[in-house]
């Protein structure tokens, strides 16, 4: 059973088309970037399989299922965007990644004692322990990044999807959420990440999609990154920057 099927989706807001007839799978052990310009329809494919979103047209199934079902079941996880987050709001680290945990407390939401060592354990892994008492708005922008990551593995999410985790951290902190990426998909999950960061896609992906508002291209990552692909997807500025590359390392 794949991680992630989608089938024929088509968004629509208003007359604007987001997505056309996207259709793609993500098999579990896998990392896979998604590639393309702002405006491509990333954000909106994300939303979509979150079931936030309602398509115009197609399917969207998590482990077989729907998404609606997975978020309860705390198979899916999100780390959103930095700009979607209110970080005003008066949260600890400790609380932010505690919320991972709401789909296994049940109605009253009191934490036992498993909740707090998945906790624990999950700021750990993200090197957040000795933030976890300070407010969430506080930290620095890979910090924050590294927070809601714990929050997915606190969950026990085995579908997790980034979107743009990169954007605007420290070199630590990105190597520190590779390597968890890493360690939770050598374990078995799935992990879609939305990334502009072209050059860094080849040694932390198994697999990248192409997309502009539709499927340009899927599969291994140099692939799916070959000049002609980039030039279909950002223009001729991209293939030219993209043949300088090449011709340098050659």
């Known amino acids: 059973m794949n991680a992630i099927e989608i089938d024929s989706v088509t968004v629509h807001y208003g007359e604007v088309s987001a997505l056309e007839g996207v259709s793609l799978t993500l098999g579990h052990g896998r990392i896979c970037g998604l590639v393309g310009m702002n405006g491509s329809g990333k954000s909106t494919l994300f939303k979509t399989i979150m079931g936030l979103v309602a398509p115009d047209h197609g399917t969207v ?20 965007q930095s700009e979607d987050v209110d970080w005003s709001f008066p949260l600890s680290v400790h609380d932010i ?4 945990r709401y789909g296994k407390m049940g109605f009253t ?13 999950a700021l750990a892994r993200v090197e957040l322990t000795d933030l976890a008492d300070r407010q969430i708005g506080q930290l620095s922008g890979g910090q924050r990044k590294r927070a809601f990551v714990a929050r997915g593995l606190a969950q026990g999410a085995t579908v997790l999807l980034l979107d743009e985790p990169f954007a605007g951290v420290d070199k630590r902190s990105e190597a520190t959420i590779t390597a968890v990426l890493r360690e939770l ?55 030219e920057s993209a043949r300088d590359d090449l011709r340098k390392a050659g």
């Open 61 to 80: 199934r998590i482990d077989g299922g729907t998404s609606a079902a997975a978020r309860r079941s705390g198979v899916l996880g999100y780390v959103p």
């Open 97 to 100: 990644v505690m919320t991972g």
């Open 109 to 121: 939401r009191r934490p036992r004692r498993a909740d707090r060592e998945a906790v624990a354990e």
């Open 185 to 239: 998909a050598d374990s078995g999950a799935a992990v879609l990440i939305s990334t502009h960061d072209l050059h860094a896609l080849p040694g932390l992906a198994d697999e990248a999609i192409l997309l502009m508002r539709h499927v340009l291209a899927h599969g291994a990552p140099d692939e799916v990154l070959r000049p002609e692909n980039l030039a279909r997807a950002f223009g001729m500025d991209v293939l």
